[in-house]
């Protein structure tokens, strides 16, 4: 018998084997192969997150597009402040030093500021 | 992408083959089940958007780490079992000495008189031959002539070159040969 053929009778006998497993070996390895498959998908998912590790470049464009996203809410966020601020102001809800004008104060406290009574 | 009844009608066409590769390597049928269900775990966990014409390499790629990964598991609870092992009572440290002896030697043993012996059809001499040869000899039989891999790809899957993929082969060939003319089946 040449080595092609004593090969192949191995194989063969491994292949009877196998066809010859027991019930119960069959009955896990089937169970096995359900839980893999549910188990797997729920674990994996197609999240985008799953999606994102499994595809490096989908993470740098996520990355990219949430600091974008978060430059836009800072920057449309300002004008919501003011907003709020005169809303505040209308209402009398800011506390007295609020309306304090500092400058206004310091042009008063300054002895040069009116050279002449009249003038003033 | 495979889809999901490919991956499981791959998957169930592959799963006893695997089952009798793990249980090859590491002589325990249980921890060979465990083996098994966690290189499927991985294969959809890690590479269900893959298509189903890789399912076959990456499997046994994924096989074959798990069977390793167990040893290295098991070197490190050996490791760790030993240097404990001092602090524990003599004689129950004699009994587990004994008992370990006694099953390594049940997971090498050899067929005794009382087996029959006839021919090629004899599953269990030569699965018991397979199950002595060198690790490394046992796997590149196996992925090379039962999974019909070829060299390229069962040196991919076993991380070696091809020239080292052709040396195990050959050496298995032989040693299989030798050892089942030992026991009477004359190739």
Known sequence: MNEQDFIRDITRTLDTGVRDLDASTTARLASARRHALSDGHTHAGSGILVQAHRHPLLGVAMAVALAVAGWLLLNLQQPVDTGEADILLLTDELPPNAYAEQEFSKWLSKPDTCPSPSSC | ?187
């Not at chain 2, 465990?34 to 990456?58: F, H, T």
């Not at chain 2, 699965?127 to 090379?144: D, K, S, V």
């Open chain 2, 1 to 187: 992408m495979a889809s999901n009844q490919e991956i499981d009608a791959f998957l169930a066409g592959a799963e006893r083959r695997a089952f009798k590769h793990a249980l090859f390597a590491v002589q325990d049928h249980h921890s060979a089940l465990d083996i098994v269900q966690n290189a499927m775990m991985k294969l959809v966990e890690r590479y269900g958007d893959k298509p189903a014409e890789e399912l076959p390499l990456l499997f046994q790629r994924i096989l074959q780490n798990a069977i390793h990964d167990h040893f290295r598991r098991s070197r490190v609870r050996d490791f760790w079992v030993r240097l404990v092992s001092p602090l524990r009572d003599k004689d129950e440290d004699n009994s587990e000495t004994l008992e370990s002896l006694s099953a390594e030697s049940d997971t090498v043993r050899l067929p005794g008189p009382e087996e029959e012996v006839s021919g090629w059809q004899n599953l269990a001499t030569i699965e018991e031959a397979l199950a002595t040869l060198p690790a490394r000899q046992r796997e590149a039989f196996l992925l090379r002539y039962w999974e019909e891999l070829d060299v390229s790809e069962t040196a991919q899957v076993m991380g070696c070159s091809e020239g080292s993929v052709k040396t195990h082969c050959f050496r298995a060939v032989n040693a299989l040969a030798a050892k089942l003319k030992d026991k009477g089946l004359k190739p």
